[in-house]
Structure formats: structure tokens, C-alpha cells
């Protein structure tokens, strides 16, 4: 079991950078792929990055070269930089854990932060 709690989001001027966190409890961090999603209202939940136990990520082209998404397993945490954001970025913002054990899948979710980026 994974709970996840985000954190970070807020108001942000276009152009502007914001960082997001993620903070995990209950199970063991480190065992877990990561994931930042985000859904804006009428759209699907779109996926933006992903970081592996062993650090490897990967990127949505919508957001590669403007965020960058680490962790840090010693405090059961994974991050997400946004910058250069663009009004098109607001959206609520998720944080996913997901690992495969036994070939059963396991996903867990937080309960997302607002991010709205405006002038």
C-alpha cells in the first residue's frame, strides 16, 4: 500500500516556473515506478513523465525540455520542475506510484494540486 500526497501547485505567471512535490507513505518508496499526470477540466488525464526505482525516466513531448521529473528515495519523495509554463499547463496535477508484482498490477494515486498558470 502507497499513499501519496501532492503538493506545490498554485498561481503562476506564464513563463514562470513552480515546483511540485510528492510525498509517499506506507510502503516501500523505492520499490515503485513514479508518474506526474495531469487532467484539465473537459480533457483526458494526460501522462508526463515517469521515473523508474533505477532512475530512467521519460517524457511526454508536450512538457520534454521544460520539466523534469526526479526523486529522492531517502525522503520518500518525487518532484516535478515545471518551467517556461505556458497558460496551456493549467490543469490539476497527480501523482502516480505503479510497480508489478507477481504479474497483478499496482497503481496508486494522490488527490492532486490546482496548477494554473495566468497573467
Known amino acids: 500500500q502507497v499513499q501519496l500526497v501532492e503538493s506545490g501547485g498554485g498561481l503562476v505567471q506564464p513563463g514562470g516556473s513552480l515546483r511540485l512535490s510528492c510525498a509517499a507513505s506506507g510502503s516501500i518508496f523505492s520499490n515503485y515506478t513514479m508518474g506526474w499526470y495531469r487532467q484539465a477540466p473537459g480533457k483526458q488525464r494526460e501522462l508526463l513523465a515517469t521515473?523508474?526505482?533505477?532512475?530512467?525516466?521519460n517524457y511526454a513531448d508536450s512538457v520534454k525540455g521544460r520539466f523534469t521529473i526526479s526523486r529522492d528515495n531517502a525522503k520518500n519523495t518525487v518532484y516535478l520542475q515545471m518551467n517556461s509554463l505556458k497558460p496551456e499547463d493549467t490543469a490539476v496535477y497527480y501523482c502516480?506510484?505503479?510497480?508489478?508484482?507477481?504479474?497483478?498490477?499496482?497503481?496508486?494515486w494522490g488527490q492532486g494540486t490546482q496548477v494554473t498558470v495566468s497573467s
Open positions: 502516480n506510484a505503479f510497480r508489478i508484482l507477481m504479474n497483478r498490477e499496482y497503481a496508486y
Open positions: 521515473i523508474t526505482s533505477g532512475g530512467r525516466t
